[in-house]
């Protein structure tokens, strides 16, 4: 089964400064979604990466898949306390059903 | 455009009881997924319905049901409560099925408290 790994668990940054969330998978991505969640609420979608190379943006938020297709970072630009929250990535399947797979999550804090 | 909405948005049960959540999926989206999100972990797919069959399941026991109408909206049921069911579950809706990355969108989630 697929496993996907996330770096760092957590991470603070102070108001401001740019920061990377890695996604590292044990297969091939076919699809890679990452999620902002507030604790204890629903996933906010965020983007969904599908070829080699792909780069997506939306505000201050960059997301990019590796040509491999095997890891995915998420790059903040900036960071807002508005950042704040749990950060998920989720594979795709390549099965009958289109589930998806995440990661344990990393938890980011932005400080003033 | 409404988006995906799940009901109640709490809930505390006791061992043995049964329970059921229920999720209205986004307009035009036709599957929907159910999660189960234990604390600090990352949500863990239960199953999938599309066009009112189950399509896809996870490692869960069979006392984890479901259902999918014709307006698309679903009801997770869970029987015999256990105390390790207690977590975030959450909907997510989606267009199509299979190998079809489409976006994904989750509701709210309802969150499940077994003493």
């Known amino acids: 089964s697929q496993e996907l790994e996330q770096s760092p668990q957590s991470l603070i940054v102070q108001e401001g400064k740019n920061l990377t969330i890695n996604c590292t998978s044990s297969?091939?991505?076919?699809?890679l979604y990452w999620y902002k969640q507030k604790y204890g609420e629903g996933l906010i979608f965020l983007m969904m990466?599908?070829?080699?190379?792909e780069e997506k943006s939306h505000e201050k938020i960059t997301a990019k898949l590796d040509e491999k297709k095997q890891q995915s970072s998420l790059h903040i630009t900036a960071s807002q306390p508005s950042h704040a929250g749990i950060y998920l990535c989720g594979a795709g399947s390549t099965g009958t059903a289109s589930k998806l797979t995440f990661g344990t999550g990393t938890r980011l804090q932005v400080t003033l | 455009e409404t988006g995906v909405t799940q009901s109640p948005t709490h809930l505390i049960k006791t061992r043995g009881q049964q329970v059921t959540l229920r999720c209205s999926s986004q307009?035009?989206?036709?599957?929907v997924s159910w999660y189960q999100q234990a604390l600090g972990q990352g949500p863990q797919f239960i199953f999938q319905y599309y066009r009112e069959e189950e399509n896809g399941r996870g490692n869960f026991p069979p006392r984890f049901s479901g259902l999918q109408f014709p307006n698309y909206s679903s009801e997770l049921n869970v029987n015999a409560l256990e105390l390790d069911d207690s977590a975030l579950y959450l909907c997510?809706?989606?267009?199509?099925?299979?190998?079809?990355?489409?976006?994904?969108?989750f509701g709210p989630g309802t969150r499940l408290t077994v003493l």
């Open positions: 990466l599908q070829k080699g190379g």
């Open positions: 997510a809706s989606t267009i199509g099925h299979g190998i079809s990355y489409n976006e994904q969108f």
């Open positions: 307009s035009g989206h036709n599957t």
């Open positions: 297969k091939t991505l076919y699809g």
